[in-house]
C-alpha cells in the first residue's frame, strides 16, 4: 500500500446538478447519449454554463427506470423526469434550471427533498 498522499479533487461550485441516464435500455438508438451531448450549448445559451446559476451534468448508466428514457435527475431538488424529448429538454432547462420551477407534466418521481414538512 503507497503512503502517498492524494491531493483532494477539485471542483467548480454550482447550483444544480444534472443527471443524465445514457444506458442502453433507456433510450432507443443512443437518444440519451444524443441529448447528454447537446446540454453544453443549451447551459451555454440559458446562462447556466458558469456563475452563480451553474449547472453541473454527469451521464450515468442506470436509474433502473428502463424504457421511460431519457430519464433526468435534478440534484439537489430531487426532481426526476422521464420522456424527456429535444423540446422537453429545453422547457426542463428554461423552466426548471434557469427558473426555479420544476416541469409539473414531466415529472415522474419525486425524492425526500421534495416531502412536505
Not at 43 to 69: H, M, P, Q, Y
Not at 88 to 99: A, K, P, Q, Y
Request: net charge negative; proline share 5%; hydrophobic share 35%.
Amino acid at each position: 500500500m503507497s503512503d502517498a498522499v492524494l491531493e483532494k479533487p477539485k471542483m467548480l461550485d454550482y447550483r444544480r446538478h444534472l443527471l443524465v441516464c445514457v444506458g442502453p435500455r433507456c433510450s432507443e438508438d443512443g437518444e440519451s447519449q444524443i441529448l447528454f451531448d447537446s446540454l453544453g450549448e443549451k447551459f451555454k445559451a440559458a446562462g447556466i454554463d458558469a456563475g452563480e446559476l451553474r449547472v453541473k451534468r454527469t451521464r450515468t448508466t442506470c436509474f433502473a427506470t428502463c424504457k421511460s428514457g431519457p430519464i433526468l435527475c435534478v440534484q439537489p431538488d430531487g426532481i426526476w423526469y422521464y420522456n424527456v424529448t429535444a423540446a422537453n429538454l429545453d422547457r426542463i432547462i428554461l423552466e426548471h434550471l434557469v427558473g426555479g420551477q420544476p416541469v409539473e407534466e414531466l415529472i415522474y418521481h419525486r425524492g425526500p427533498s421534495c416531502v412536505a414538512d
